[in-house]
């Protein structure tokens, strides 16, 4: 008892103090000279390459917000960044470390910390954007190769590919050259080298609740909410796989009790910030925060979001791994642990129930911030590398063999084998166990099939081409492969105030379906989301109509550069 209260107080003590050092350094940063040379060359770099550019070309590209491709950056919010670490104007020093004015985006962001700033300003003075770049890519492989090496020779040459895969997946070009995407990488990787090198300190008497603390503060002193999960989900993984604890229960606990303390200090620092700042700028931070919760976690509808579009959350950000260098290292992970299995059995790891709950525990993140996964799949995907690296810490602690089990499993011994030991069965056996694996694959197959989603390309939100209709309609070919439609997007310019878009579901010349949005809707101009329920037959091919109707004016509708057939009428 006296020793949780003494972590409990620990944990408290921590937040409280990252919190007025947090406000120090940020404040000290602000007051951080710019260099003008570097300014500029920075600023053209950004110009030049876009917004959502995919690697490896760096052309400019508006690109595509909603891309499922690894290698697409997020350089929008890398030119916040880089401007609000270069910021001169009005305010500038404590009113600006607080209040966090974008010249990018020309509003306010004083919600996050925006901790980068004390690194990314002084960097800036001496390096212009494209060489922290470099920079950035050399420091992140000698960070994961040194952690590697720890692991590897703590635990075994199987742990530390796992980790260097867990890095393949996280995609290290993307990760060196847009900066939105390398703060989380190195609180993560940071404290996992940390936890690594120091962990029989880590280990004893509970410090990890400190340790998980601290990695919550610094996940979003250092982060603008990418993909934070992964800075609990990846150390909590490697803490299991240095414990010593024997019992489930215990790795249970060490799983629990680090994910409440490294809430405890995400959470907590960030009311930290709310409270000092308000009393800064002498406004109410907390109400602005709470708009930007409910965006997060709501998508910013006030009646949530449904089962089956969390579902299909879920899914758009696991589609990111089929991507083919992702599947063929995932392939042979798979194919060694099944030969592994098959070949000297499965051995029974005290680990496996906490493992599953950290697993549990993405998807448990992904459904709760529906609304942020759900906009942002660009990033938040690299969420589920938490259960991957805990799938193959799983597969390769349950196909360790000892050398005197390899020779049994060549001769394939007769006899009865206790729990904890390697499962020997001889002959037929083995492809009892195969027909397991196969079935436990195939029913997993066929439930993501259950979660499919389609797009189509020829109405989004990327003004490529804007199309004008006056009172006039569009139609596009579409063969769905899924058999329901539960939302349609449609991407509008210069938007009349008057009159409405019919979208209408077309099969064989008759309207199947139809959904109407006002204009007024719109406002200025931009894209928006329509949730509808239309039952569809994949395979058959329909045509999607899209009308302007009673306008009183020109309106653009929004298509893509390379859009599916599309006609108009």
Known sequence: MRQRKGNISSVILCILACGIIGAILITAANYIPVNPMTRQASLEELDKEGLFPALPGLVYSDGDFHSFDPGTLELATDALMVKMALYEGEGQGIYQAFYAYSTHFEEEYSRYWHGYVVLLRPLLYFFDYWEIRILNGILQM???????MIVGKARGMKYA???VSVYILLMPMALAF???????FYVTIGMMWLLAGKKEYWLSNGRYCMFFALTGCLAIYFDLMTYPFISWGLP???????????????????????GICWLAGYLGMWVMKWIIGSAVLRQNLFARAMEEMKLWLFNGEDQGLSFSERMVVLYENVSTYTYKLFVCLLLIWFCFFVYRWIRYGIKVSAKTPALLLITVGCFVWYFVMAGHSQMHHIFTHRIF????????IFGSITSEVKADDREKGRSGPEGKTEIGTLIQRPGRQYAMRAGVILLACTMGFIAMLQLRTDRIAANWEQAFEPVELRDGSFEAEYTPTASRIQKIAIGVGNTAQDGCYRVSLLQDGAEKEQTEISMSEYGEGHFIWKEVDWRVSPGKTYIIKTEALDTGGVTNLWVTAEPTPLKEI
């Open 142 to 148: 000698l960070l994961v190769f040194a952690l590697a």
């Open 161 to 163: 590919l796992a980790i």
């Open 385 to 392: 590398t938490v259960p991957i690296f805990a799938g193959l």
């Open 178 to 184: 847009c900066l939105q995407y390398s703060w989380i």
């Open 236 to 258: 909590v993984v490697l803490l299991l796989l240095l414990s010593e604890e024997s019992s489930p229960l215990g790795h249970l606990r060490q799983v629990v009790a680090s």
